[in-house]
């Protein structure tokens, strides 16, 4: 599993956690945040790192 797909199911086992646990509006909050932080941070990179990351996604994958 690559990297990036271990992210995705860690954030979807936070979110299940949340809301089995916190059933509350607190849990959206959570979910949100466990989700969002990622999207944050890649837009907070300026264009030169995003086509730098781009090229390293790319070259990886056809290992």
């Known amino acids: 599993m ?3 797909g271990k992210y995705y199911v860690g954030a979807a086992v936070v ?3 949340a809301l089995i646990l ?3 509006p607190i ?3 959570i979910v949100v945040a466990a989700l969002g ?3 944050a941070a890649y837009f ?3 264009q030169s790192q995003r086509e730098r ?3 390293v996604r790319r070259r990886g994958i056809g290992r």
């Open 2 to 4: 690559s990297p990036l």
């Open 15 to 17: 979110a299940v956690i």
């Open 53 to 55: 990351l781009k090229r």
């Open 22 to 24: 916190i059933p509350s």
């Open 27 to 29: 849990d959206w909050l």
């Open 37 to 39: 932080a990622p999207v």
């Open 44 to 46: 907070m990179l300026d």
